[in-house]
């Protein structure tokens, strides 16, 4: 994707692997600003304070913190510390199931390595390949999710998408996973416009989905998150794409919370409700969406607002200063009210999801 008329990706390797280099996500829309993680810690604080957010990117950032382990340990102290390392990035966010997947993936291609160099090595490739199959898997929803966009264009002319949080290409390594069917036809001149929830507590959508669009040049248009609704019945919605953190064995699907009330406004208007997911986040172990762990985060996301102001970054708060405030981070929506997944693989039911025709 671009910034400034520029490609980018979402994280690069530094000189020799001896880290990475990630967007730093807090800062944007306002500054663009880049950091290296340089050791395992460098890459907790990075996902648990959401310099990196995104169930596809937070998976692929860890894999390289075991590198870095294995890295920066003697060779006495390899296996230890790559063991210590899985841990730690482990417990940094509890909900999406990326997370520990790429974890497992990476820890496992070095379970039977010979040396420490081996193990070094093997960690560094698996976490690399954890980039290429995300890239690919990302690149290929908007494949598929063209097709259903091309449809609606057919009768329509120009299409009109809905989408809650951010799942573009900073959630992930590149494309995105609900913004990978824009991103598609954009580029296949498809006329497409994207209505852009503000996302509150965090504003990913404002912040960062409106963002990119307009660094790609998609047409896109900002609105509160309680405006979903009234534009469905209006017919102002042909679509509605958002991502996924957790899906469950049987469709439940875990994302950004607010995610199910815009479900339940597309089921009442007959608008179109879709998933855009890799089956990475397919989380086959849980079956329902009542298993699917809730991240709390801190009430301070609640009542207060990051911003511009005149002088620059300004953060303003906006309840009563004695007001208590919680902030689940993510909803479930159950699989009834979603009218199919759009996977690497293709599109798919709930019905097709639950006997595992996705995600093998």
Same mark, same amino acid.
């Given at each position: 994707? %671009?910034? %400034?008329?520029?490609n980018y990706r979402t994280l690069w390797e530094l000189p020799e692997a001896n880290g990475i280099e990630v967007i730093d996500q807090r800062h944007l829309p306002h500054r663009f600003v880049t950091a290296a993680l340089r050791t395992p810690a460098d890459v907790a604080e990075a996902i648990r304070d959401m310099w990196v957010r995104g169930a596809p990117l937070i998976g692929a950032v860890?894999?390289?913190?075991?590198? @870095?382990?294995?890295?920066?340990?003697?060779?006495?102290?390899?296996?230890?510390?790559?063991?210590?390392?899985? *841990? @730690?990035?482990?417990?940094?966010?509890?909900t999406a199931v990326n997370l520990r997947w790429a974890l497992r993936f990476v820890a496992d291609r070095? %379970?039977?390595?010979?040396?420490?160099?081996?193990?070094?090595?093997?960690?560094?490739?698996?976490?690399?390949?954890?980039?290429?199959?995300?890239? *690919?898997?990302?690149?290929?929803?908007?494949?598929?999710?063209?097709?259903?966009?091309?449809?609606?264009?057919?009768?329509?002319?120009?299409?009109?998408?809905?989408?809650h949080c951010n799942a573009g290409w900073l959630a992930c390594v590149d494309y995105?996973?609900?913004?990978?069917?824009?991103?598609?036809?954009?580029?296949?001149?498809?006329?497409?416009?994207?209505?852009?929830?503000?996302?509150?507590?965090?504003?990913?959508?404002?912040?960062?989905?409106?963002?990119?669009l307009g660094e790609h040049g998609v047409r896109h248009t900002v609105v509160a998150d309680n405006a979903g609704g009234h534009l469905m019945q209006r017919g102002s919605v042909d679509l509605v794409i958002v991502g996924a953190d957790r899906v469950a064995a049987n469709?439940?699907?875990?994302?950004?919370?607010?995610?199910?009330?815009?479900?339940?406004?597309?089921?009442?208007?007959?608008v179109p409700f879709y998933v855009a997911l890799p089956s990475s986040t397919i989380d086959r172990a849980v079956p329902d969406g009542t298993a699917i762990p809730i991240e709390e985060r801190s009430p301070d996301e609640v009542r207060y607002l990051d911003g511009l102001g005149p002088t620059g970054p300004a953060r303003v708060l906006v309840v009563p200063a004695g007001s208590p405030a919680r902030n689940p981070a993510f909803d479930v929506t159950p699989a009834r009210l979603v009218t199919g997944f759009i996977t690497e693989d293709g599109v798919f039911s709930s019905d097709e999801l639950r006997t595992g025709a996705a995600g093998r």
């Open positions: 994707m %671009r910034i %400034r008329g520029q860890a894999g390289y913190g075991l590198h @870095l382990a294995a890295r920066l340990a003697p060779d006495s102290r390899v296996p230890a510390a790559v063991a210590e390392a899985f *841990e @730690l990035l482990a417990a940094t966010r509890p070095a %379970r039977d390595a010979r040396t420490p160099d081996e193990v070094r090595q093997r960690l560094l490739d698996a976490a690399r390949q954890v980039v290429g199959d995300e890239l *690919e898997r990302s690149r290929r929803i908007g494949e598929h999710g063209l097709r259903l966009i091309r449809d609606v264009a057919a009768r329509k002319g120009e299409v009109n998408v809905l989408t995105g996973t609900a913004t990978a069917p824009v991103y598609a036809a954009h580029e296949a001149g498809v006329p497409i416009h994207v209505w852009v929830a503000e996302t509150r507590p965090r504003n990913q959508g404002a912040a960062l989905t409106a963002f990119e469709g439940d699907t875990a994302n950004k919370i607010g995610t199910y009330l815009k479900a339940l406004a597309a089921r009442d208007t007959g």
